[in-house]
């Protein structure tokens, strides 16, 4: 199989590459210049100078200097930027002379606090990624999760919970899953420290908010917080340097979907200050029966730029709560069959009152079943310039979460919940005859339990860039530290002992991550047609599990300290063969552990400690201590070819990868009762495909876009062990050569717009490929390809209403009404996710 999909990259790659190359050799000429520092008129040296309708960078030498070969005969436009100086953009017409060009000293303009050691840069990176540009975010954006946005890049797939997007929602790249995806904000770790998800609901409205977002795929450039296996995320936020200005937005949509968003940005006070604030409120029923959510959301920066300091402080977050959805529907139930009997919520009931294909249907009836979450996070960045040569940049951030989400529960036993067994007295007719039996009762026919989360999780990242003769090197450090406390409270129980209290706990313990890291970076020019790029990092982490409360079945209070070392090495070398072509590679190793639950699950009452580490140890109080996880890191060898072309009016880009797995922790089909997928290590596996991507602008204000990506994710060896508690027996499965669950083969998009003075318009083709819910591979666990349309339209009512931000929007999704499916699992029938049919969202915004 791989030598065949191998064959047909190396094809694919080599006939696109060809005409890349051909078209770079027409209409050569040189383009050279130096910068200088208008103030002292001293050169300006790693100045970033870029070809702006080709797209292409390099850097200044030490002396300022700067040599483009190969460029375009006749004007165009470049860009020069530097930190601490104002951008400029100029008209050049390349030829023998040497350029002398001038920039003005100022402000810092924020966005390269952030950008040193994780974002990517175009024609100097050796890394597959997107920029997704504010604009670009509008024509998309309007209430849903930041996962929703980003599936118009290649590779990347996403659904939720509820159906419309806002709500629980969740991102894959590459074939993997979220958990496994590094995301940051302005340069802080967003993942979860110990379950390593991202929990997007509780950044509700986020996009209104950001600059830009950069999407890597593959190991990436990011060198701190979570390890980057399938890709890294980067959002930076507003940089508190745009002008003075008041929005205002507010619309409403299908679902009884409403939102309401006001923003303040005060520019620049004299010449040094800036302040931002938004408050927002999301509120949407969903698509499926009562997920309903209610999301606030508030955004505070300010920033103080000095000569050779900057200084920003952010603060946001906001509560949620949402009703739960996480729990799918079989394919016969969607399809109108409703004759069966069915285990919902816990318990046997018939769905015949529900109407007939109901695809809507959440199984979740209880309407206490809800998440309710906080998470503030407070960032402080800093930059201190000591010289042309030098810049010094540091992050402080901490993150304060606290929530709980309540659950209803059928005939638990009363050991799982440490309640006490009693004996009760039962009154039975037989034929007449009066019997009264005592019977022991240890079983709750319905509970509500409740599950808390309380944790700290702060962190520190100082980093230092220089600027020398060939490049440009910069290196740095990262310690993070997380402790959170949880724990479980019984809230009711029928039946229930004489002495049981409402709340009382039934397990709790606590939980620490601690991690240590040192990264360096290399970006060397040695010709100014190449770029080199060399990084390595050394992470040390260790997870905690202490202070358990209660027994488990096994009669077992657990604890572990599990330490783990990584050294992950890249290289990647870019050339740039024509101002308007660049091609690269790379290769690069990572690591990634299990999260704190896959080491050993101490709110599981049946785990046996036995089963989940090598070797055990019991300490003087009886507390079990686990040594050695069963459950390994996985490690990652990816391999990485890309090429693009950047002429005036259009662009293409392909890249290629081959992603070798050892250990990779996959999911396994079944989810937990909290409805968070079980894992198991496969041996090994590979990522392996191709991306293809394109967009022009055709004249007129009309341009398209669009991108195909075609993968192959696959187990080389597996063998799934399965257990049926029912039956007491186990088995195994030979799952080698099957398709990864849960990500589909190939992926398109297609937009086209057109802007005028006065209207916009947006149309969207998305393309999903067949998907497996299931790593079996088995016919009832596919949900088939679709295709969906998507439209967009914006009156823009400046001569109307005299203001010229004033704009009126709706978003039609889904436009043909296809019904499909975009998620599932297995829980002893093949389990569905529906996703929205057509819906809307229509609204104003106003720019003051």
């Known amino acids: 199989m791989f030598a065949q999909f191998g064959q047909r990259v190396r094809i694919a790659f080599t006939g696109?590459?060809?005409?890349?190359?051909?078209?770079?050799?027409?209409?050569?000429?040189?383009?050279?210049?130096?910068?200088?520092?208008?103030?002292?008129?001293?050169?300006?040296?790693?100045?970033?100078?870029?070809?702006?309708?080709?797209?292409?960078?390099?850097?200044?030498?030490?002396?300022?200097?700067?040599?483009?070969?190969?460029?375009?005969?006749?004007?165009?436009?470049?860009?020069?930027?530097?930190?601490?100086?104002?951008?400029?953009?100029?008209?050049?017409?390349?030829?023998?002379?040497?350029?002398r060009i001038e920039i003005e000293p100022t402000v810092l303009s924020g966005e390269e606090i952030v950008v040193t050691s994780h974002r990517a840069v175009r024609g100097q990176s050796p890394v597959a990624f997107d920029n997704i540009t504010q604009e670009e975010i509008r024509r998309t954006y309007h209430a849903q999760d930041v996962p929703m946005v980003l599936t118009e890049s290649p590779g990347v797939y996403a659904y939720s919970d509820n159906g419309n997007g806002i709500g629980y929602s969740y991102l894959f790249v590459r074939g993997f899953a979220q958990r496994r995806v590094s995301v940051l904000i302005n340069g802080v770790p967003l993942n979860d420290p110990e379950s390593h998800e991202v929990y997007w609901i509780d950044l509700p409205d986020l996009l209104e908010s950001v600059e830009d977002v950069q999407l890597q795929r593959g190991v990436g450039t990011t060198l701190y917080g979570s390890n980057s296996i399938g890709g890294t995320v980067n959002l930076v936020t507003d940089q508190l340097t745009g002008p003075r200005r008041i929005v205002v937005n507010s619309g409403f949509g299908s679902y009884d979907t409403r939102k309401f968003s006001v923003a303040l940005n005060s520019g620049l006070i004299d010449g040094q200050h800036a302040v931002y604030g938004r408050f927002s409120r999301i509120v949407s029923d969903g698509y499926r029966d009562n997920a309903w959510t209610d999301l606030w959301s508030y955004f505070l920066g300010a920033a103080r730029h000095d000569a050779q300091w900057t200084n920003r402080l952010y603060v946001f977050g906001g509560p949620e709560q949402t009703h739960l959805a996480y729990q799918g529907i079989p394919r016969r139930f969607i399809d109108g069959d409703t004759?069966?009997?069915?285990e919902i919520d816990g318990g046997t009931i018939s769905p015949s009152g529900v109407a007939e294909g109901d695809r809507r249907?959440?199984?979740?009836?209880?309407?206490?079943?809800?998440?309710?979450?906080?998470?503030?996070?407070?960032?402080?960045?800093?930059?201190?310039?000591?010289?042309?040569?030098?810049?010094?940049?540091?992050?402080?951030?901490?993150?304060?979460?606290?929530?709980?989400?309540?659950?209803?529960?059928?005939?638990?036993?009363?050991?799982e919940y440490q309640l006490t067994p009693f004996m009760d007295i039962e009154v039975n007719d037989d034929n007449g005859e009066?019997?009264?039996?005592?019977?022991?009762?240890?079983?709750?026919?319905?509970?509500?339990?409740?599950?808390?989360?309380?944790?700290?999780?702060?962190?520190?990242v100082p980093r230092a860039t220089h600027h020398h003769h060939y490049g440009t090197l910069s290196f740095g450090a990262e310690l993070r530290r997380l402790t959170a406390d949880h724990w479980g409270e019984v809230k009711s129980a029928n039946p229930a002992p004489e002495d049981f209290v409402p709340d009382q706990r039934y397990y709790s313990y606590k939980g620490a991550q601690t991690v240590a890291s040192l990264f360096g970076q290399e970006i060397l020019t040695p010709f100014p047609e190449v770029t080199v790029t060399g990084a390595v990092s050394y992470a040390f982490k260790r997870y905690e599990r202490y202070d358990d409360g209660f027994p488990n079945i096994w009669e077992q209070r657990v604890t572990h300290t599990t330490d783990y070392h990584f050294i992950s090495p890249r290289l990647g070398i870019t050339a740039r063969p024509h101002a308007r072509a660049s091609m690269f590679g790379s290769v690069s190793y990572n690591e990634q552990e299990p999260t704190n639950d896959e080491i050993f699950d101490v709110q599981d009452y049946y785990a046996n400690v036995a089963d989940f580490f090598d070797d055990t140890a019991t300490l003087a109080d009886g507390t079990i201590?686990?040594?050695?996880?069963?459950?390994?890191?996985?490690?990652?060898?990816?391999?990485?070819?890309?090429?693009?072309?950047?002429?005036?009016?259009?662009?293409?880009?392909?890249?290629?990868?081959?992603?070798?797995?050892?250990?990779?922790?996959?999911?396994?089909g079944q989810i937990n009762d909290d409805g968070v997928p079980i894992r198991a290590n496969a041996p090994r596996s590979t990522h392996q495909?191709?991306?293809?991507?394109?967009?022009?602008?055709?004249?007129?204000?009309?341009?398209?876009?669009?991108?195909?990506?075609?993968?192959?994710?696959?187990?080389?060896?597996?063998?799934?062990?399965?257990?049926?508690?029912?039956?007491?027996?186990?088995?195994?499965?030979?799952?080698?050569?099957?398709?990864l669950a849960l990500f589909p083969n190939r992926l398109a998009n297609v937009?086209?717009?057109?802007?005028?003075?006065?209207?916009?318009?947006?149309?969207?083709?998305y393309h999903v490929g067949p998907i497996f819910i299931d790593n079996s591979n088995e016919d009832a666990s596919l949900i088939d390809a679709r295709t969906v349309f998507n439209l967009r339209g914006e009156a823009k009512l400046q001569k109307l209403v005299g203001w010229p931000g004033v704009s009126a929007y709706i978003h039609v999704n889904n436009v043909f009404d296809a019904e499909y499916e975009a998620g599932g699992y297995w829980d002893g029938d093949y389990l569905f996710i529906p996703a929205a049919k057509r819906n809307f969202f229509a609204g104003l915004r106003a720019v003051l």
């Not at 004759?339 to 069915?342: E, R, T």
């Not at 055709?698 to 080389?716: A, I, P, R, T, Y």
Request: proline content about 4%; aromatic content about 12%; some cysteine.
């Open 689 to 739: 495909g191709i991306e293809l991507s394109a967009n022009a602008d055709l004249g007129q204000g009309l341009s398209v876009s669009g991108n195909l990506s075609l993968s192959d994710n696959s187990f080389d060896e597996f063998d799934l062990y399965l257990y049926d508690y029912d039956t007491g027996e186990g088995s195994v499965v030979d799952l080698s050569g099957k398709t």
């Open 339 to 342: 004759s069966f009997v069915w």
């Open 16 to 99: 696109c590459l060809a005409p890349l190359m051909l078209a770079s050799i027409a209409d050569a000429a040189q383009l050279r210049g130096v910068i200088i520092d208008a103030a002292s008129g001293r050169p300006v040296p790693a100045a970033t100078v870029t070809i702006v309708d080709a797209q292409q960078s390099l850097a200044a030498d030490r002396n300022g200097e700067f040599l483009f070969k190969d460029v375009a005969e006749g004007a165009f436009g470049i860009e020069i930027r530097h930190v601490g100086y104002a951008t400029r953009t100029l008209s050049v017409v390349p030829g023998p002379d040497v350029l």
């Open 625 to 668: 201590e686990g040594h050695d996880p069963i459950m390994k890191p996985e490690r990652l060898l990816d391999f990485e070819l890309g090429a693009s072309l950047n002429q005036p009016h259009w662009r293409a880009e392909i890249n290629l990868f081959h992603m070798r797995f050892h250990d990779e922790i996959v999911f396994n």
């Open 434 to 460: 009066i019997k009264i039996d005592t019977v022991l009762i240890d079983l709750a026919e319905q509970l509500v339990r409740r599950r808390w989360v309380e944790n700290d999780f702060w962190g520190i």
């Open 361 to 415: 249907f959440n199984p979740i009836l209880w309407g206490g079943e809800t998440d309710n979450f906080n998470q503030p996070q407070y960032q402080w960045l800093t930059e201190f310039r000591p010289s042309d040569e030098w810049t010094l940049e540091n992050t402080l951030y901490y993150i304060k979460g606290e929530g709980f989400y309540d659950q209803r529960r059928f005939d638990r036993d009363f050991g």
């Open 751 to 765: 937009r086209a717009n057109y802007e005028h003075p006065y209207i916009g318009l947006s149309a969207h083709i």
